[in-house]
């Protein structure tokens, strides 16, 4: 059985191992140790304490692969990618952390330091609570690990594995996007990018009616209506939730125009609120119920029935 080193892997606290179609990831005995590495943003003690630590990227874990090992669904480039690689993106996305592989003859002394960021992402915190808890005894402790983590990542990649799913979806590149977008770095960046994974779920759920051309010129307020009526965050758009949805799109035409975001304090929140969005659509895409962790929808519906400014962004 072919086994390979996992860097970032940070397990629910008291789960020793899970699988992920066919792929069994376990700790690595001195997994304490090792993940008291990892960035950590703020002190906690769960199962282990943890201290605030500027981080690094460590090996924390193993994994070991199925007899048959499946190829990869995602948009990759080459055709010999395995699912492993799907795998480790979803992985990344929903603990926040880059989580890579490596061969056991892994030597940083040899091959060099790895240029991963070993930062916590920015992004991803409402994708993480949207998988629903449930709690598995830990014999003969009193404690319990959340079994839920592993059997929301199965369904999910199951459902992206449907032949449905990818057409739909075009093989899911939008999630390549997102772990780019996710990770930490400035709002204007997180917020472009989040952008373009609007635009990009435009295009595809809608390219077997309209003409590229018809999709570039369509207005991107448009789009963004389009979106959050077909996510369910809102039923329909009235004509005055359209003029506010257009100040996004000034908010984003300023910033690629002017390089940075217009010097106004709802400007920032109304950023924050879109990329947040954008995890809410991804939720509802991987077939779960989105978290309120942030109060979204609040936010939403308080951004939406505000009164226009009618001045530009």
Not at 37 to 52: A, C, D, G, P, T
Not at 129 to 142: A, C, F, L, W
Not at 229 to 236: E, T
Request: proline share 4%.
């Amino acid at each position: 059985m072919l086994t390979k080193y996992i860097f970032n892997l940070e397990f629910p606290s008291w789960c020793k191992e899970f699988t992920v179609f066919g792929y069994k990831f376990y700790r690595r005995e001195d997994y304490e140790t090792q993940v008291a590495k990892l960035q950590q943003l703020i002190s906690m003690f769960s199962e282990f304490r943890i201290h605030v630590n500027s981080g690094e990227n460590v090996i924390t874990a193993f994994v070991d692969f199925p007899e048959n090992e499946p190829t990869a669904v995602f948009d990759w480039t080459g055709p010999t990618t395995s699912a492993l690689t799907d795998i480790l993106l979803l992985i990344s996305i929903f603990t926040r952390r880059d989580v890579f592989e490596v061969d056991l003859k892994y030597d940083k002394n040899e091959h060099g330091i790895s240029t991963a960021d070993p930062r916590l992402y920015i992004g991803g915190g409402i994708l993480r609570t949207s998988i629903p808890y449930r709690g598995q005894p830990v014999e003969p402790e009193p404690n319990k690990y959340d079994i839920g983590f592993e059997d929301g990542l199965n369904a999910i990649y199951s459902l992206i594995r449907s032949k449905e799913w990818q057409r739909e979806y075009h093989d899911g590149y939008f999630l390549i996007l997102a772990r780019s977008a996710f990770r930490r770095q400035p709002l204007d960046a997180m917020f472009i990018q989040c952008w373009t994974i609007w635009e990009h779920l435009f295009a595809i759920l809608n390219d077997n009616w309209l003409s590229e051309k018809q999709i570039i010129s369509l207005s991107s307020s448009e789009k963004i209506s389009y979106l959050l009526v077909r996510y369910a965050l809102r039923n329909k758009i009235s004509r005055k939730e359209h003029e506010r949805i257009k100040e996004l799109a000034e908010i984003r035409n300023r910033l690629i125009h002017y390089g940075r975001f217009p010097d106004k304090g709802s400007v920032v929140d109304n950023a924050i609120l879109f990329t947040r969005l954008t995890e809410f659509i991804i939720a509802k895409i991987l077939g779960l119920s989105p978290s309120n962790l942030f109060n979204t929808f609040e936010q939403l519906e308080s951004f939406l029935t505000e009164e226009t400014t009618g001045k530009p962004a």
